[in-house]
């Protein structure tokens, strides 16, 4: 049971993402909900995890899924009541599960009323909450443009001029120069503290801080002193995890935003190995090897050591299946699956598991229609209006859209693998009838059972979170392997990331000792089958 009073408790920690809409539905509506999570809290707690994160469950539209709320404070009657949030944080505390909100402070929906108050009129309070520029229809205030497509500037004739907006239309940006809006926003958080949850994660909170008149998203000047007056405001002192959004983040970045003294987060998501696959363009394939992988992880893990906190992650509802990506998600689905967890989850940080990860779970290649996600649909015309060929495009898309992450959570091989008694929001993947909770539960080697078992050695052996950080063989295109030195104890993680045997020799100080966990049995001399991965420790 985690002890969430204890100073840094989340550096042990092990932290479960949710996808509410996706996760399991209560009331046959096809949707996620609250009391369908309640319901889930046995199989988390087997699992081992500490904290939920929740994406957004707050009053919303839903046009970026929840990414776009309405009111912070309301709880959206899809998922349920704030009873139903009390409850859960309630009964998942009894289990030693803390609950983490998803706080999207960038932007609101363009249905929030400071939103429908600032179209009004420029006179009213509310205007100056949003990020404005007088113009012209048609004559834009400049040509930047917004990350789910089109320009980062909608004309609201009402007031003769646009407001930006980073994402989609229906998201228009805060204005934290005001410092009214970044008083309600503390506001509002502090309102959730005080309920109990246990921390927040902070979407794009690097972005906060734009000047779109310089073209400045990311990283504006002002940012620091705005994320730091946000910790003193809020939760400085008050123990909880936070993880703030940073896809502009580099290691000096990180080292500010996670530093041990607490003034900003506990840690920040950066996603330097995440792009890695691609051109910058998420659409872009571009091939990668392993060692440029090894090197960037490697880079992080000492850079951070001593000076700020790793959080780990290969998924989250962003992101394609990592299994379908970087491992194999056909013959050697359950090996590739736990071979990547493993070479995960022995590294610095606190490792985020994402739900259905631990099931190994897979992508889906739905059709255009069944396509959820306005992101990929959007691009889809994009690279149709290019000139991109119908099924290179759909290939494209399928690779990395963020539909991949969010097809219900597959409980059982029964209807609608057990998520639903009605008709499901999105469609399942056809695969739930092998693949689901249930049969992964019953077989002793499952995915279901690394995850347990990774979960409770990092409890266990103190190096798991203080030992820093050694990469072995650099070169090497198929094995990833590192050294982690610290409490007295020597932890050293050998996995063949690829469907190839390859040659590993055992470094003369653990021969003999006997491996803490081997996902293919008894490790052979010399050579890791494919896919791999084991973890030896020793005292020092
Ligand atoms: C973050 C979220 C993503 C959302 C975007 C805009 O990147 O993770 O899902 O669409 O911010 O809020
Ligand atoms: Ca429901």
Same mark, same amino acid.
């Given at each position: 049971?985690?002890?969430?009073?204890?100073?840094?408790?989340?550096?042990?920690?092990?932290?479960?993402?949710?996808?509410?809409?996706s996760f399991q539905d209560s009331n046959g509506d096809g949707i996620g909900d609250l009391p369908g999570i309640l319901s889930r809290l046995d199989y988390l707690q087997k699992l081992g995890v500490d904290a939920l994160w929740l994406c957004p469950v707050f009053a919303s539209p839903q046009a970026d899924n929840g990414?776009?709320?309405?009111?912070?404070? =309301?709880?959206?009657?899809?998922?349920?009541?704030?009873?139903?949030?009390?409850?859960?944080?309630?009964?998942?505390?009894?289990?030693?599960?803390?609950?983490?909100?998803?706080?999207?402070?960038?932007?609101?929906?363009?249905?929030?009323?400071?939103?429908?108050?600032?179209?009004?009129?420029?006179?009213?309070?509310?205007?100056?909450?949003?990020?404005?520029?007088?113009? @012209?229809?048609?004559?834009?205030? *400049?040509?930047?443009?917004?990350?789910?497509?089109?320009?980062?500037?909608?004309?609201?004739?009402?007031?003769?001029?646009?407001?930006?907006?980073?994402?989609?239309?229906?998201?228009?940006?805060?204005? /934290?120069?005001?410092?009214?809006?970044?008083?309600?926003?503390?506001?509002?958080?502090?309102? /959730?503290? &005080?309920?109990?949850?246990?921390?927040?994660?902070?979407?794009?909170?690097?972005?906060?801080?734009? @000047?779109?008149?310089?073209?400045?998203?990311?990283?504006?000047?002002?940012?620091? &002193?705005?994320?730091? @007056?946000?910790?003193?405001?809020?939760?400085?002192?008050? *123990?909880?995890?936070?993880?703030?959004?940073?896809?502009?983040?580099?290691?000096?970045?990180?080292?500010?935003?996670?530093?041990?003294?607490?003034?900003?987060?506990?840690?920040?998501?950066?996603?330097?190995?995440?792009?890695?696959?691609?051109?910058? *363009?998420?659409?872009?394939?571009?091939?990668?090897?392993?060692?440029?992988?090894?090197?960037?992880?490697?880079? /992080?893990?000492?850079?951070?050591?001593?000076?700020?906190?790793?959080?780990?992650?290969?998924? *989250?509802?962003?992101?394609?299946?990592?299994?379908?990506?970087?491992?194999?998600?056909?013959?050697?689905?359950?090996?590739?699956?736990k071979a990547l967890a493993v070479a995960l989850h022995g590294l610095q940080g606190t490792p985020y598991i994402y739900q259905g990860e631990e099931l190994g779970m897979t992508n889906v290649d739905f059709p255009l229609e069944d396509l959820r996600d306005l992101e990929s649909i959007n691009a889809y015309h994009e690279?149709?209006?290019?000139?991109?060929?119908?099924?290179?495009?759909?290939?494209?898309?399928?690779?990395?859209?963020?539909?991949?992450?969010?097809?219900?959570?597959?409980?059982?091989?029964?209807?609608?693998?057990?998520?639903?008694?009605?008709?499901? /929001?999105?469609?399942?993947?056809?695969?739930?009838?092998?693949?689901?909770?249930?049969?992964?539960? =019953?077989?002793?080697?499952?995915?279901?059972?690394?995850?347990?078992?990774?979960?409770?050695?990092?409890? @266990?052996?103190?190096?798991?979170?203080?030992?820093?950080?050694?990469?072995?063989?650099? &070169?090497?295109?198929?094995?990833?392997?590192?050294?982690?030195?610290?409490?007295?104890?020597?932890?050293?993680?050998?996995?063949?990331?690829?469907?190839?045997?390859?040659?590993?020799?055992?470094?003369?100080?653990?021969?003999?000792?006997?491996?803490?966990?081997?996902?293919?049995?008894?490790?052979?001399?010399?050579?890791?089958?494919?896919? &791999?991965?084991?973890?030896?420790?020793?005292?020092?």
């Amino acid at each position: 049971m985690m002890n969430f009073s204890k100073k840094d408790w989340w550096k042990q920690a092990v932290i479960y993402q949710i996808y509410p809409k996706s996760f399991q539905d209560s009331n046959g509506d096809g949707i996620g909900d609250l009391p369908g999570i309640l319901s889930r809290l046995d199989y988390l707690q087997k699992l081992g995890v500490d904290a939920l994160w929740l994406c957004p469950v707050f009053a919303s539209p839903q046009a970026d899924n929840g990414y776009d709320v309405a009111d912070y404070q =309301a709880i959206d009657p899809m998922f349920g009541s704030l009873d139903d949030m009390r409850t859960l944080i309630r009964e998942a505390k009894a289990r030693g599960i803390g609950i983490l909100l998803d706080l999207v402070l960038n932007h609101t929906s363009d249905q929030h009323r400071w939103f429908q108050a600032a179209c009004q009129s420029r006179d009213n309070p509310c205007h100056d909450y949003y990020v404005w520029r007088d113009g @012209e229809p048609g004559v834009l205030p *400049n040509d930047m443009r917004a990350a789910f497509g089109g320009p980062a500037w909608t004309y609201v004739p009402a007031v003769g001029q646009y407001y930006f907006h980073q994402f989609a239309p229906q998201q228009p940006d805060l204005n /934290w120069f005001n410092p009214a809006v970044r008083q309600e926003l503390y506001r509002m958080i502090r309102f /959730w503290m &005080e309920e109990g949850v246990e921390g927040f994660r902070l979407d794009v909170i690097d972005q906060v801080a734009k @000047e779109p008149d310089r073209k400045i998203t990311a990283n504006g000047p002002h940012l620091m &002193e705005f994320l730091r @007056e946000l910790n003193r405001e809020t939760w400085g002192g008050a *123990n909880l995890v936070t993880v703030g959004e940073a896809w502009g983040a580099n290691l000096d970045r990180a080292r500010q935003y996670s530093a041990p003294d607490g003034t900003v987060f506990s840690m920040v998501f950066q996603f330097e190995q995440m792009v890695l696959d691609h051109t910058g *363009n998420k659409w872009e394939p571009k091939d990668f090897a392993l060692p440029q992988l090894k090197e960037s992880i490697a880079r /992080w893990q000492k850079g951070l050591h001593g000076c700020g906190w790793n959080s780990l992650f290969w998924n *989250n509802h962003d992101l394609p299946r990592i299994v379908s990506r970087w491992g194999d998600d056909g013959a050697h689905r359950v090996d590739s699956a736990k071979a990547l967890a493993v070479a995960l989850h022995g590294l610095q940080g606190t490792p985020y598991i994402y739900q259905g990860e631990e099931l190994g779970m897979t992508n889906v290649d739905f059709p255009l229609e069944d396509l959820r996600d306005l992101e990929s649909i959007n691009a889809y015309h994009e690279l149709i209006a290019k000139g991109e060929p119908e099924e290179l495009a759909m290939a494209h898309i399928h690779r990395m859209m963020r539909d991949n992450a969010r097809t219900p959570m597959q409980w059982t091989a029964g209807p609608n693998a057990g998520f639903t008694t009605g008709t499901p /929001w999105m469609k399942l993947n056809p695969n739930h009838t092998q693949i689901n909770a249930e049969a992964a539960l =019953a077989d002793p080697d499952s995915v279901f059972y690394t995850y347990q078992k990774l979960i409770a050695l990092r409890k @266990e052996h103190p190096v798991f979170v203080e030992g820093d950080f050694t990469l072995l063989c650099p &070169e090497d295109k198929q094995v990833f392997a590192y050294l982690r030195r610290g409490a007295g104890q020597e932890l050293l993680a050998a996995v063949n990331l690829s469907g190839q045997e390859a040659a590993f020799d055992l470094p003369e100080a653990f021969r003999g000792c006997t491996p803490l966990l081997a996902t293919q049995g008894a490790p052979r001399d010399g050579v890791l089958r494919p896919w &791999e991965a084991v973890l030896w420790l020793r005292s020092l």
